[in-house]
């Protein structure tokens, strides 16, 4: 399966970096959701990205949106990073990628797992995909502009 602009984001439910279990369902009607996947916690890359959504979680908190990132790394992994690097936002542990595959996310050259965002508006709808595995920074300018996007 490959989730596409316009289709209802499949749900799920996964643990975080704190143990408690966050399924996608909670936030419908309450809040718009960006959703990212990205392959591991402390590589360059990935820790660029998750400073880049912390960076302008504030921005996307006004604009009445959850902040959810998800790799295959453990909860504990998860807690060290999200407290490394001050993370305010959820992360969540894809042990077996299931939802990575729920979504259809690319594998880069068949072995690293992709990077890609999701921006989901409250009723549960894609509204935009990005997917750029070196372009890290683009992710947050992509999700910022489709939240811009939904409230006009």
């Known amino acids: 399966m490959t989730v596409k602009v316009e289709d209802i984001a499949p749900d799920f439910t996964l ?4 143990g408690s279990s966050v399924s996608l369902k909670d936030f419908r ?13 402390e590589t360059p890359g990935c820790t660029a990205q998750a400073c880049a959504f912390r960076d302008s979680y504030e921005v996307f908190k006004d604009a009445g949106a959850e902040v959810i990132g998800i790799s295959e790394d453990s909860q504990q992994s998860h ?10 936002f959820t992360l969540l542990s894809d042990t077996g990628n299931k939802v990575r595959q729920l979504y ?13 965002t999701y921006v989901i508006d409250k009723q549960g ?11 890290f920074k683009a992710h947050v300018a992509e999700a910022r502009k489709t939240l811009e996007n939904i409230k006009s």
Do not use: C, E
């Open 29 to 41: 009607g309450q809040k718009n959701v960006i959703v990212y996947f990205y392959p591991k916690d």
């Open 104 to 116: 259809g996310v690319p594998a880069t050259m068949w072995i690293m797992p992709g990077r890609v």
């Open 15 to 18: 643990p975080s970096q704190t």
């Open 79 to 88: 807690q060290k990073f999200s407290a490394k690097y001050q993370l305010p």
């Open 125 to 135: 709808v894609v509204k935009h995909i990005f997917d750029s595995m070196l372009d």
